[in-house]
């Protein structure tokens, strides 16, 4: 890196801290989409797998919505109590008249709700963007009720590419100075932080491709740790009492 200051560019930068996120809202993200998509949401997003587990008579949270894509399949798939938390708030596909959406730092800040009040929460590519991943573990823990589901999706460590990134280069690929991404959960820690307060209900591989930035091995390759792209973890709250 040149001795000239590091000029923030979206896209490409060392990391985008919550004040310059707030101040400069497009270092992350456009400040409306430009297509149907939506970041995270054609991504790490698996829909499909929330009606099985996310009761709709119950209050849901979702974490890091961005435009709320998954906002308005939740509204659009009879979920009637649905709350959203996000660095920025930058919903704009759901009718946001029947959400509350609130703006936090997930890094330190309290969830503002009571103890137990969801049923179920959802962080759809959030986690690997937080500087502080295990405060809001603790804090969804916190939050659900007694046996409540939380689904948490992220990129796949385990893609054979990304091992063998890994054992060529040091460096798993979407990890990297083009984005945002600073928090990672190999097996280990993984167990150590989510299974500390979480049952593992199920593992969800989705997105098989060889390349993790295309389509074209899509539909060829099994949906699995060596081939999916992203992974889902369904889990579910247990009563956690620390050490005395």
């Known amino acids: 890196m040149s001795k000239e200051k590091y000029k923030l560019i979206r896209g490409r930068h060392p990391f985008v801290t919550v004040a310059e996120m707030r101040a400069h809202p497009e270092l992350e993200f456009p400040t409306t989409p430009k297509d149907e998509g939506g970041a995270r949401f054609e991504g790490s997003t698996t829909p499909q797998v929330v009606e099985p587990w996310c009761a709709k008579d119950e209050p849901i949270l979702e974490l890091g919505p961005v435009y709320g894509n998954f906002t308005k399949w939740l509204q659009d798939h009879s979920y009637t109590d649905v709350h959203t938390l996000d660095f920025v708030d930058f919903l704009y596909y759901p009718d946001k008249r029947t959400v509350t959406a609130h703006e936090i730092d997930f890094n ?10 969801f049923g179920s929460i959802c962080a759809w ?36 590419k990304s091992r063998l990134r890994l054992l060529r280069d040091g460096l798993f690929p979407r990890w990297n100075v083009k984005d945002n991404h600073i928090a990672v959960f ?33 539909g060829i390759l099994p949906a699995n740790e060596w081939f999916g792209n992203y992974v889902v973890y369904v889990l579910r709250k247990k009563h956690f009492e620390p050490y005395a």
Request: glycine share 6%.
């Open 108 to 117: 330190t800040e309290r969830f503002p709700y009571r103890d137990g009040m």
């Open 125 to 160: 590519g959030i986690m690997e963007h937080l500087e502080n991943p295990h405060h809001v573990i603790r804090e969804a823990h916190r939050a659900l009720r007694d046996d409540g589901i939380f689904l948490v999706s992220m990129p796949n460590i385990l893609h054979l």
């Open 186 to 218: 190999p097996r280990g820690i993984f167990e150590k932080s989510f299974l500390r307060h979480f049952t593992l209900e199920d593992i969800v591989y989705t997105k098989p491709n060889w390349d993790l930035y295309s389509n074209r091995t899509s």
